[in-house]
């Protein structure tokens, strides 16, 4: 089964065509998280440049499944996590990437390549740890030790949510997306997030990964009139300054995926947890799970402080409390058991 990923629009496509592979030049991976950035990266498959209506190009990659998996697994991840989260994380991402095939969420192509859909940074991942610049073959073998196991709910493969950190509690689905209750995507409390070892951080945190040192407890600050900028910069809405922040609905987390934003020349609701996290962030805020805090010092123009938790929608596996539940023993099956309670690990042809 192949899968086609596209990688890359710009008004020209930069590439460098290898005997067995291609370099795409400029690549932009985090689009619109504070990790955003470009590099060169290099893909095995075939290449195709599509020229679209509005004079851009798109770079698009078409991949056997298993080989796209080993990409993603070691570009969500370090290759050099445990095993056992490798294998956890090539069924959950084989999951979900056979739905998106069965139907997929772009025009022209499955997937993208980025945090919309799932990491896909071809080999440059995979050799990360490889000074000699061979393949990290811990990829390749979870992949084929977990050859073709999807999880099924029922009869139906199981769209498999992940992020970074929960914070302490995973979060249900409605807070994210439909307003559907997701039978295998329930908060459980995740105490294996709580204080990760810094040698199991630096083993199962990718190179960028790593510059985001408070990612399960953080705070921000804004003044009002910068919050008022950031907002009006997101929203394209003039609400004035920002007078409050009012959360509305909170999901099994804490998460907020119903605030209302209180201006002098305007007042609204939005939702859901990622609109709250890009208009209240320059970037985008690590979650939604947070405190508010108008500093009383500030009685005519007060600022802000938002306290929160977590690195991500919190829907589904926490990679980091994965990543400990494996470094302390814990098969991969007990892991995707924890998050996806109810599911089972079933074999799909491909």
């Known amino acids: 089964m192949d899968i086609r990923v596209g990688i890359l629009t710009a008004p020209q496509i930069e590439f460098e065509q290898r005997e067995k592979t291609f370099v795409l030049k400029n690549v932009r991976i985090g689009i619109g998280f504070h990790w955003d950035r470009h590099e060169d990266q290099e893909f095995a498959g075939s290449l195709e ?25 070691s570009s969500e ?44 940074e071809g080999l440059r991942r995979m050799r990360q740890s490889c000074p000699d610049g061979a393949k990290n073959e811990r990829a390749v073998e979870a992949v084929r030790a977990t050859k073709g196991q999807v999880l099924v709910y029922g009869d139906e493969i199981c769209d498999c949510r992940y992020y970074k950190c929960c ?24 105490d294996w ?7 199991v951080l630096r083993l199962v945190l990718n190179d960028y990964d790593q ?19 950031i907002i009006r910069t997101k929203s394209g809405i003039d609400f004035g300054e920002i007078i ?15 605030l209302r934003i209180v201006g002098s020349k305007h007042t609204e609701i939005i939702g859901k947890e990622l609109k709250i996290r890009l208009w209240l962030s320059r970037t985008c805020l690590y979650s939604s799970w947070f405190d508010i805090e108008k500093n009383p010092s500030y009685i005519v123009h007060p600022s802000f402080v938002l306290t929160g938790h977590g690195w991500g929608h919190g829907a589904g596996l926490c990679q980091i409390g994965a990543a400990v539940m494996a470094s302390e023993g814990k098969s991969y099956e007990e892991i995707l058991d924890y998050y996806y309670a109810g599911s089972r690990l079933s074999v799909a042809t491909l």
């Open 193 to 199: 997030c709580k204080n990760p070892s810094p040698k």
């Open 211 to 229: 510059e985001t040192k408070d990612f399960r407890d953080w705070r921000v600050s804004y003044t009002a009139d910068e919050l008022s900028e």
């Open 77 to 120: 991840m370090s290759a050099n996590s445990p095993m056992e989260l490798l294998k956890a994380h090539a069924v959950i991402s084989r999951s979900w990437a056979i739905r998106a095939i069965q139907k997929p969420n772009h025009e022209g192509f499955h997937v993208c390549a980025d945090d919309h859909c799932q990491r896909y």
């Open 244 to 258: 409050d922040l009012i959360p509305l609905k909170r999901g099994a987390s804490g998460r907020i995926y119903e």
């Open 49 to 73: 440049i599509r020229n679209n209506a509005d004079g851009t190009q798109t770079a698009i990659n078409t991949i056997d499944l298993e080989d796209y998996l080993c990409s993603v697994i």
């Open 167 to 190: 914070g302490g509690k995973t979060e249900v689905w409605r807070t994210c997306w439909e307003d559907i209750d997701v039978p295998y995507i329930q908060s459980v409390r995740c």
